[in-house]
T-cell receptor, first 114, second 115 residues
Framework: NAGVTQTPKFRVLKTGQSMTLLCAQD?????MYWYRQDPGMGLRLIHY???????AKGEVPDGYNVSRLKKQNFLLGLESAAPSQTSVYFC?????????????FGPGTRLLVL | AQSVTQLGSHVSVSEGALVLLRCNYS??????LFWYVQYPNQGLQLLLK??????LVKGINGFEAEFKKSETSFHLTKPSAHMSDAAEYFC?????????????FGTGTRLTIIP
């Protein structure tokens, strides 16, 4: 199993450009998450999904959109990138709800917005 | 609302010395507690977690943590540090099935091992 994979690994954008980050998992997990990691701030939840066709806002959703058209994929979109969105983005997935479930993380996407 | 405080953004220990990384949490309901580790340029992976039952939890790579409700703490320890332990460690909390099930992370502690 590949686990959780993320595409691309690194990207440079200019302010105002758009892009989509792809997350894929092969563990048949119901829950998927997008986080951003910034120095000194830990990980903050952007959006999450509790199943195919569902999405919900997390702690820092502004400027991002998501879609979960297939159970194994969770896409994060930036419609008009801003320098404040320079960050490392992590996708994660978990099998079930219940709070005690382990989340499995992808290797991250490093995004630089100029 | 749930929250996590990790005391010390950077901790340095000598190889072979005790590792102690501190985590205090706030939760309005019984918490689920986690420690994740992040090696350079990688994603996070679970070290250990506490959900219910025994309050002393053993994880991978010789790490363990003890849930102390009275102190609202979940400190991570390892008796003898190894060079391969150098990484960033994150404590996280969720409120379980009766509250906010989403994970809230601390700001992380970077562990450096001195040869």
């Amino acid at each position: 199993n590949a686990g959780v994979t993320q595409t691309p690994k690194f990207r440079v954008l200019k302010t105002g450009q758009s892009m989509t980050l792809l997350c894929a998992q092969d563990m048949n997990h119901e829950y998927m998450y997008w986080y951003r990691q910034d120095p000194g701030m830990g990980l903050r939840l952007i959006h999450y999904s509790v199943g195919e066709g569902t999405t919900a806002k997390g702690e820092v959703p502004d400027g991002y959109n998501v879609s979960r058209l297939k159970k194994q994929n969770f896409l994060l979109g930036l419609e008009s990138a801003a320098p404040s969105q320079t960050s490392v983005y992590f996708c994660a997935s978990s099998y079930l709800r219940g709070g005690g479930e382990t989340q499995y993380f992808g290797p991250g996407t490093r995004l630089l917005v100029l | 609302a749930q929250s996590v405080t990790q005391l010390g953004s950077h901790v340095s220990v000598s190889e072979g010395a005790l590792v102690l990384l501190r985590c205090n949490y706030s939760s309005s309901v019984p918490p689920y507690l986690f420690w994740y580790v992040q090696y350079p340029n990688q994603g996070l992976q679970l070290l250990l977690k506490y959900t219910t039952g025994a309050t002393l939890v053993k994880g991978i790579n010789g790490f363990e943590a003890e849930f102390k409700k009275s102190e609202t703490s979940f400190h991570l320890t390892k008796p003898s540090a190894h060079m391969s332990d150098a990484a960033e460690y994150f404590c996280a909390v969720s409120e379980g099935p009766f509250g906010n099930e989403k994970l809230t992370f601390g700001t992380g502690t970077r562990l450096t091992i001195i040869p």
